[in-house]
Nanobody, 120 residues
């Protein structure tokens, strides 16, 4: 099973940016797809962005044009660049490996999560 470790969270003000990183224990080119999810207390974990081995991406409507997911070539890191952050982006963000041909299908490997807090 792939081990995933997120980093880069923190406290920012609305309108600022953060970049999250997810380091996988395997080279990402051997992983079909990776994704970022987020979760707030009392709510289900929701898909934020996903990227497959061919570079195809998928974003939640709420983050389109603000967030960008990318893979670091053949290295074992994926990033989530988050611009123009809003208070409603406050959540714990998780990295996941899965499969994406049409819709993203999450797998069983999850990171431990990183807190992102956006103040108004």
């Amino acid at each position: 099973q792939v081990q995933l470790v997120e980093s880069g969270g923190g406290l920012v003000q609305a309108g600022e940016s953060l970049r999250l990183s997810c380091t996988a224990s395997q080279r990402t080119f051997v992983i079909n797809s990776l994704a970022w999810y987020r979760q707030t207390p009392g709510k289900q974990r929701e898909l934020v962005a996903a990227i497959n081995h061919a570079g195809r991406t998928n974003y939640a409507d709420s983050v389109k044009d603000r967030f960008t997911i990318s893979r670091a070539g053949r290295d074992n890191i994926i990033y989530l660049q988050m611009n123009n952050l809003k208070p409603e982006d406050t959540a714990v963000y998780y990295c996941n490996t899965g499969i994406m041909h049409g819709q993203y299908q999450p797998g069983s490997s999850w990171g431990t999560g990183v807190q992102v807090t956006v103040s108004s």
